[in-house]
């Protein structure tokens, strides 16, 4: 008789990290869904809050991304590895973006598809050369443009941390000079170093957040502790509380246009973030080759391909009056937070399993097609 496959006991992956990026996908998927924050022109509180609530899922991948900060011995080989698995997809699913932009534009054979959009690749190109997407809705994908300069970025970050771990001083400076200029450029409402989602101004708000990322996941031990699984949510829910409020006031003060204070590059933006990783290595405290972590460690290996064509699948969605319908239905039977919650609850659940459900098929394809 065969002998039988022996399940490893422990998982080469932490379950309590990948739970987090579990977690920063689904908001960045809230983030693309929620219902307009603005009623009459006016910040609507309920809806705001809401907008609090999924402003950091970015940050929560860039805090995974400094969990492993030191994790590399070849960084030709790592830097190969992320332009094939990471780059070249951005590219490969930015053709379906580029297709769907070229049929809303009203061409409709195969030939014009392609071939009819000037427009379209003239943008792609000017874009392209300033290290940006130019692809009309396929916004999203500046995180990978600034990811990849991180990459490039590695090998500083990689000296600075093994600089400052020599001595807990440096420790204490480096982290707390993070949190000091995310504050005071807070209070300057971003005009102090002018953060943004592209370029080295992109960069920069990363790197600061990949090192506090480096620094949670090395104090892991500390944060398993059971009272964090109360702690964290508690000081997440105050964060957004405290963001929102900052936000109505300057709405008040007169300035209507600044939102700046809800992206991930903020003060609040780290907080919050933070808290769902602290409370995730809170809840899952070891890398056991359980049921439950197994499955959290396989979901999340679909992330980034979610991450890639959600919106897409949103847009179908939208053509078919799908989005438009769900909202009026479920607003019509409640109006207020109840409702609103609702509809995000479910629009979040339908484009994370389709997404899920489309990576999946293409992937059995694919593995069928390389047997």
Same mark, same amino acid.
């Given at each position: 008789?065969?002998?039988?496959?022996?399940?490893?006991?422990?998982?080469?992956?932490?379950?309590?990290?990948?739970?987090?990026?579990?977690?920063?996908?689904?908001?960045?998927?809230?983030?693309?869904?929620?219902?307009?924050?603005?009623?009459?022109?006016?910040?609507?509180?309920?809806?705001l809050f809401f907008g609090m609530l999924f402003a950091d899922g970015v940050a929560v991948f860039w805090l995974i991304g400094g969990a492993f900060l030191l994790n590399y011995t070849d960084y030709k080989k790592l830097l190969a590895?992320?332009?094939?698995?990471?780059?070249?997809?951005?590219?490969?699913?930015?053709?379906?973006?580029f297709l769907y932009a070229s049929y809303k534009e009203g061409n409709r054979t195969v030939h014009?598809?392609?071939?009819?959009?000037?427009?379209?690749?003239?943008?792609?190109?000017?874009?392209?050369?300033?290290?940006?997407?130019?692809?009309?809705?396929?916004d999203h994908s500046w995180y990978i443009y600034v990811y990849m300069l991180l990459i490039v970025a590695l090998p500083v970050l990689k000296y600075t941390v093994k600089f400052v771990d020599r001595s807990r001083q440096r420790k204490i400076l480096l982290v707390g000079g993070i949190i000091l200029i995310l504050a005071v450029?807070?209070?300057?409402?971003n005009r102090l170093v002018g953060f943004s989602l592209y370029r080295l101004? &992109? *960069?920069?708000? %990363?790197?600061? $957040?990949?090192?506090?990322?480096?620094? #949670?996941?090395?104090?892991?031990?500390?944060?398993?502790k059971r009272l964090f699984l109360i702690i964290?949510?508690?000081?997440?829910?105050?964060?957004?509380?405290?963001?929102?409020?900052?936000?109505?006031?300057?709405?008040?003060?007169?300035?209507?246009?600044?939102?700046?204070?809800?992206?991930?590059?903020?003060?609040? &933006? *780290?907080?919050? %973030?933070?808290? $769902?990783?602290?409370?995730?290595?809170? #809840?899952?405290?070891?890398?056991?080759?359980?049921?439950c972590n197994r499955t959290i460690c396989y979901l999340a290996s679909y992330t980034f391909p979610i991450y890639l064509i959600h919106l897409l699948?949103?847009?179908?969605?939208?053509?078919?009056?799908?989005?438009?319908?769900l909202q009026h239905s479920v607003l019509t039977w409640n109006s207020g937070a109840a409702g609103e919650a609702v509809y995000l609850t479910i629009i979040i659940? #339908?484009?994370?399993?389709?997404?899920?459900?489309?990576?999946?098929?293409?992937?059995?394809?694919?593995?069928?097609?390389?047997?």
């Open positions: 008789m065969p002998a039988l496959k022996e399940h490893p006991t422990e998982l080469k992956r932490d379950p309590a990290i990948e739970l987090a990026r579990l977690i920063g996908c689904l908001i960045v998927i809230g983030c693309h869904t929620y219902l307009p924050l603005k009623v009459n022109d006016r910040f609507e509180p309920g809806r590895g992320r332009i094939k698995k990471v780059l070249l997809p951005m590219f490969a699913v930015g053709l379906l973006y014009d598809l392609i071939f009819n959009y000037e427009a379209g690749y003239k943008n792609v190109i000017d874009n392209l050369l300033k290290w940006k997407n130019g692809i009309t809705g396929y450029n807070d209070l300057s409402r101004r &992109g *960069l920069a708000g %990363a790197c600061l $957040i990949t090192l506090i990322g480096y620094y #949670l996941y090395q104090a892991r031990e500390f944060f398993k964290a949510p508690a000081v997440f829910i105050v964060t957004n509380i405290l963001r929102e409020v900052v936000q109505l006031h300057r709405e008040a003060a007169g300035y209507v246009d600044d939102k700046s204070i809800m992206y991930w590059y903020t003060l609040f &933006g *780290l907080i919050a %973030a933070s808290c $769902i990783l602290i409370f995730c290595m809170a #809840l899952i405290r070891d890398k056991k080759a359980t049921a699948i949103r847009y179908v969605f939208d053509s078919v009056g799908l989005t438009k319908n659940s #339908l484009l994370f399993w389709c997404s899920f459900f489309v990576v999946f098929i293409f992937r059995k394809i694919d593995k069928i097609r390389r047997l």
